[in-house]
Structures are given as C-alpha cells and as structure tokens.
C-alpha cells in the first residue's frame, strides 16, 4: 500500500487552515480558528531592564503579539520578573516568551514568571559535540529516560502555572544522539522534538506549540510537513510557529523568509511567525504582518472541486523530470525571463537593468552574475548582436529563424502556424485546464516550452493543479511560471513573488520564472535570482547566514554583517555564517562554508565548515582573518 503523500496539507486545490488545538499564551489564544500571530524577539541584553522594556514596546507598537526574550542564565531568567513588571505598570499586557538554550534551571524559574518559554530539544538536556555515537535500542531508551528525568519538571511547573511552552527544534541543533539515529534530516528534527512532546503528554500538558526552524528552506519546508504527518499519525494536532532561521538582512532575508514561510502559509500550515531578520526587531513585524494578511483576505468562496493527490514525494526535494529543450528543463539551472516588449526600441542600455552592461570605450560587454537568460521583446526587433547567452522570444508574427531568437504562441496560433523553430517555441498558456489540444502538441513536439500565466491574485494552487496534471499525462515538458505584479511596493513586489513561486520551486516543479511588474526590470530581475537562491536552485551571489541578534549576541551583529558583506559580496556561491553566539554557532550554520562566531566580548572564532579553525581573534582583527581563511581555501577571488 503507497503511503497517502497529502497528509501534511487539508486540500491541495483550496485554501484551509490546518485544524489545530487552541492554545494560551496569557491573554492570547493561538491555533484553531484564531488568525495567524506575529511575534519577535529582543535584542538587548536582558540584564538591561530598562532597555528592554523600551525595546519590547517598539516592538508592541510595531504590532508585535508575542516578545520573546533570551535567558541564558539563571540571572537573566530572574530579570525577567523586572521586565514584566515595568511592562504591565506601563500598560502593555503583550505575553512574554523565555527563550532557554541549554539552562533547564532557567528554565524551571522562568515557567514562574513569564507566559511561554522556549526550549531547544538539542541543547535542553541533549549534548552536541559533533560526534557519531552508536548506540543499542537499550541505551537509547535509557538517554529517553534521562532526558525525560530533566525535563519532566519543567513540564509540571509549565503545567502548574498555566504557563505555555515552544518545543522549537533547530536544523543546526540536532543533538549528537538524533544525528547518529536518523541523520542529519527533516525526520531528524521532526523526532527531536516528537520525543519530548510525548513526555508533555505523558504528563497530560499539551499548552504547546511546536517549530522546525532551518535556514535551508528546502529542509524547513520538509521538516514542517512531516511534522504535521507524524502529528496526524498520532492523533495530535498542536500548533504551529514558522520562521526560517538566519535569513539576513534586507532584500536576501526577506525573499528567503518569503519562501519559507509562504511556502506552508500556502497549505493552511502556521498558526504564528517570526520573520528573523539581522535588523531591528521592529522591522521584522511589517513583514511578518504582510505575509500573515494574505490568508486573511482569499476568497473562500471560490471553491475548487478538483481533488489531486501528489504524484511527487513532498517529503524529500527532487526536480520534476523534464525534457531538456535548448537550455530550458532538464538539468539546467532555472531559467530567469524579463519583458522589454513595452519599448518602441530596445538599446543596448535597455539591458542594463537585466545584467547586461554595455562599455562603448571598450566595445565590450560586461555580463553580471545575475542576467536574465531570456528577454521577450514582442513585436519589437533588436539591431544589435545580444550578449553572452542571452536570448530574445518574439511574437509568431513577426519572428525570423535565428540562433538568438525563437517564436511565441497560443494554443491556437501554434496549431495554425507552420513556421516555426526547429529548436525552441514558447507556448502561452492561460487555460487552468490541460486542453486535449494542448497534450497533442506537447506528444508530439519535443521542441515546445509551456509559459504559464494566470491572472489571478492567488495562483500557486492553480499552478500546481496545472502541473500535475501535466505529470499524470505522462508529459516532460519544461515549464516556466510568469506572473504580473501592479500597484504594488518594491517591498510587497519581494515578498508576494517569493511567496507565490515558493512551492514550485521547493517541490521541484518547474524550470523558470518571469516575472513583470511596474516598479523596474531591475528589481524584478534581481527578485527573481534572489527567489532561486532562497530555493537552493540557482547560486548567483555570496550568501549570508546571519542571525537576527539577541540578549546572547557577543557583537554588533548588524555593523559586523555589513562589514563582512562590503568585502565578501562577490564571492558567488560562497556561504558566510555570521552568529552573534555559540548558540547559534556551528550547528545553526551548518550549510556555510566559513563561520564567524561570537565567542566572548570583543572575541571571534573562525570556522570552515563545522570545524573551528582559529579561537578567539580580537574583533578588530576578525573580518581580515576571515578573508585569509577564506584565500587560505582557494575560495578567494579578488572583485572586478
């Protein structure tokens, strides 16, 4: 018997929230039928009471529902008692959330104080030294049993004061004793923190609400739905809080939360989020409120009777198998589009904004790392050689058989057009239907590449109904989504493309993108290799995993990471983990290539991969050793 592949997501041709048990979190009720709750955490030092307190009003001004902040220690945990208070005799009621690593003890005094408290099954009462441990089923469950010794009183004291509890696993902390068990996996971390919600129920407290943070998305994404289908297996239904750990900063930290957490918004999982941005934490709230609001405002009542079940495994990422067509499909990278069909004529300064950059002193092209791969251009003609690889899609009717140029059609025109492209033809699809016309041609025609294109605000399930079909037909045909974007921000521009392309692309199922929109080819370029690199699917620039900052962070974590950026920007493919603590040391950055790691006060440890490789540089010298490490490992090329 085939295992049910839908069981994390209600119906895939509908919006519907995951049904989950309601849970307090002081005044504010999470999960159920309650709309998605917004939360973030403070940055200050939490022996910083006045600080924090107007920290954690900024934050409630912002909109924030939830204030999360760390309690490393025992002293820190006590202060937290100071901090409520000055917030309450201020007016503000907002519940506040203990974030524990670590620390049981502070755990336990903190249950006493605050609404919620925060605990990492890896690092709560589990070891990680890097090391692969064997272990009989005996010894194992006897580490179950001791685990269950040192979190039981946590979970009775929760229990006793009516207090919540997040039971938040991290990608990066997975204890030594998981690792040797199931891997480095999504499974990994879903039976990390499955472990101690059986002890919770165990002891009859289910005020839980669970996570699986990464800062991976394809790992995020399949850690949160087999979460869901374990839940359902066992007959639990907890709620969820989403957030994708290390995003960065700016544009990078937006489009990569964007697919992450969008992509499970999109399936009705998520019950509350925390954008985590290496910024203040005021200005993850916008974000977080927006990607929120979607679901607020689709339309219920356009019903889908369509019911589909998953011919792909959403539990594990692979490319949908396509057809290799030019260099569309197959194993080429997703291909990006752009759209200059709006101009009466196109110069060579018109493709500037798309990474192609024209010297006349030189006569010389310079081709960034992130050009578009096809430019459609219409009714237009281009009287000049285009650069590099890049190509040019023109309307049927105007089109002549080149090396650079290759035709578009409907349906309709395609079966009425006997002039076409022995090597590539672009087929524009608005039907949300697979036509028997169009199987036909895509039987027969090895040389067609589908454009997808719908009008609707919400299409990603009408994209992958589409799709699906096109997998049960038997069909490998590449596909390429484009989507319009109008009257909208540059920041709304970022985070509803990511949004809306998320699933697609974390399932594997298509093989470019274009989007258009009135704001500038250039940002839409740009969003779109940003989207491919939050995917994991297409590398075009050095990425950053850095830490959102908090009360543990060794640094100023914000200055640092520009630093770091100013000279490391353009080294592609290149991941640079930047923690502000050991905390989120070298488990939470465990993709990057180089770490650099708050250790102490005004010290650094470098990293390459997971080992350390030099302790406790002064933070003067830091970023300069950074560079030779990196120099050191070939990995170093000097900027044009």
């Not at 049993?145 to 979970?155: D, G, H, K, M, T």
């Not at 002891?203 to 949160?224: C, F, G, R």
């Not at 900063?249 to 939360?257: C, F, H, Q, V």
């Not at 040391?585 to 102490?600: H, I, L």
């Amino acid at each position: 018997m085939k295992p049910n592949l839908q069981e994390y997501c209600l119906d895939l041709s509908n919006y519907k929230r995951l049904p989950t048990r309601e849970v307090s979190v002081g005044d504010v009720l999470i999960g159920a039928e309650n709309p998605i709750k917004v939360q973030s955490m403070t940055t200050t030092d939490t022996m910083d009471t006045q600080g924090t307190i107007a920290q954690s009003i900024k934050m409630i001004n912002a909109g924030c529902e939830l204030v999360r902040i760390t309690a490393p220690s025992i002293k820190e945990a006590k202060n937290l008692k100071n901090i409520r208070n000055g917030l309450r005799k201020k007016g503000y009621k907002t519940p506040l959330i203990a974030d524990i690593h670590f620390t049981p003890n502070a755990a336990e005094i903190a249950a006493r104080i605050v609404e919620k408290v925060r605990i990492n099954p890896g690092n709560f009462a589990d070891k990680k030294k890097f090391q692969i441990l064997e272990y009989s089923d005996k010894d194992y469950e006897d580490e179950l049993n001791r685990i269950s010794e040192r979190f039981s009183p946590l979970v009775k004291i929760c229990k006793e004061y009516g207090t919540a509890m997040r039971i938040g696993t991290n990608h990066g902390s997975l204890s030594d004793r998981i690792l040797s068990r199931y891997g480095d996996t999504p499974l990994g971390m879903v039976e990390s923190a499955m472990e101690f919600l059986r002890i919770c129920e165990n002891l009859n407290y289910h005020e839980i609400i669970l996570s699986m943070k990464a800062s991976n998305t394809q790992v995020m994404v399949q850690a949160y739905r087999l979460l869901v289908k374990k839940m359902n297996a066992e007959n639990m239904n907890y709620p969820l809080h989403l957030g994708v750990t290390e995003a960065g900063d700016g544009e990078d930290g937006r489009i990569k939360s964007a697919v992450g957490i969008g992509s499970l918004l999109e399936d009705g999982i998520g019950d509350t989020i925390r954008v985590s941005l290496t910024e203040e934490p005021e200005h993850e709230i916008p974000v977080a409120k927006h990607l929120a609001n979607r679901y607020a405002k689709i339309d219920q009542n356009k019903k889908s009777t369509k019911k589909i079940k998953l011919p792909y495994d959403p539990y594990f990422h692979t490319r949908r198998k396509t057809l290799s067509v030019h260099n569309i499909g197959g194993e080429n990278v997703p291909r990006v589009f752009s759209d200059l069909s709006g101009l009466k004529t196109i110069t060579p300064e018109n493709l500037a904004p798309l990474g192609y950059l024209y010297s006349v002193e030189e006569d010389k092209w310079h081709i960034s790392d992130q050009a578009v791969d096809y430019v459609y251009i219409g009714n237009n003609q281009i009287n000049f050689e285009l650069p590099g690889l890049l190509m040019a899609i023109q309307n049927h009717s105007v089109w002549v058989d080149n090396s650079s140029s290759f035709p578009i059609f409907s349906i309709d025109e395609y079966n009425d057009n006997i002039s076409k492209s022995k090597t590539l033809n672009f087929i524009h699809v608005k039907e949300k239907r697979l036509r028997p016309e169009l199987v036909h041609i895509l039987q027969n025609d090895k040389t067609v590449v589908v454009i997808l294109d719908y009008d609707d605000k919400y299409t990603i399930m009408s994209h992958r109904d589409f799709i699906i079909d096109i997998i049960l037909s038997g069909l490998r045909t590449p596909i390429i989504i484009q989507k319009d974007y109008a009257n909208i921000s540059s920041s709304e521009f970022q985070l509803d493309s990511s949004t809306d392309l998320s699933s697609l692309l974390i399932d594997g199922l298509i093989d470019g993108l274009s989007l258009r929109s009135d704001i500038g080819q250039g940002l839409s370029n740009q969003t779109s290799f940003g989207i491919l690199q939050a995917s994991r699917l297409r590398i075009s620039k050095t990425e950053y995993i850095s830490c959102p900052s908090c009360g543990r962070t060794l640094f100023d974590l914000q200055s640092t990471t520009n630093e770091i950026r100013s000279v490391t920007d353009h080294l592609k493919g290149v991941k640079i983990g930047i923690m502000g603590c050991i905390v989120n040391g070298p488990g939470e950055m465990a993709d990057a290539d180089y770490g650099y790691v708050g250790t102490g006060v005004g010290k650094i440890s470098l990293y390459k991969g997971q080992e350390v490789v030099k302790r406790n540089i002064p933070a003067a010298e830091a970023v300069n050793a950074l560079i030779r490490l990196i120099k050191d490992h070939g990995d170093w090329v000097d900027p044009v």
